[in-house]
């Protein structure tokens, strides 16, 4: 099994727990019964310029306007339709 976060943090990146034994405290004697379960966290503020260019979807600009507001930047400019389904 796989999970995966996409975190769309506005403020600061991710800093929460990635998997079960960051959550919970396990004692050594009940590691082989509790697997340690981990997410991988897509944090969308922290992706390169490079990947978010490589986006084929509206995604592209959402990504773009968490990672500038990360940057404390207030102004975000968008000139086209985002192209999405209902």
């Not at 975190?7 to 919970?24: H, M, Q, R, T």
Request: no cysteine.
């Amino acid at each position: 099994m796989i999970t995966f976060v996409l975190y769309f943090g506005l403020e600061k990146p991710w800093e929460k727990a990635k998997s079960i034994y960051e959550l919970i405290e396990v004692p050594e004697a009940l590691k082989e019964f509790i697997p340690d379960f981990r997410a991988k966290v897509i944090d969308l503020g922290a992706l390169e310029d490079e990947t978010i260019e490589s986006f084929q979807s509206d995604m592209k600009e959402i990504v773009k306007f968490i990672k500038l507001s990360r940057q404390g930047k207030k102004e975000f400019t968008f000139k086209g339709m985002l192209n999405h389904s209902i």
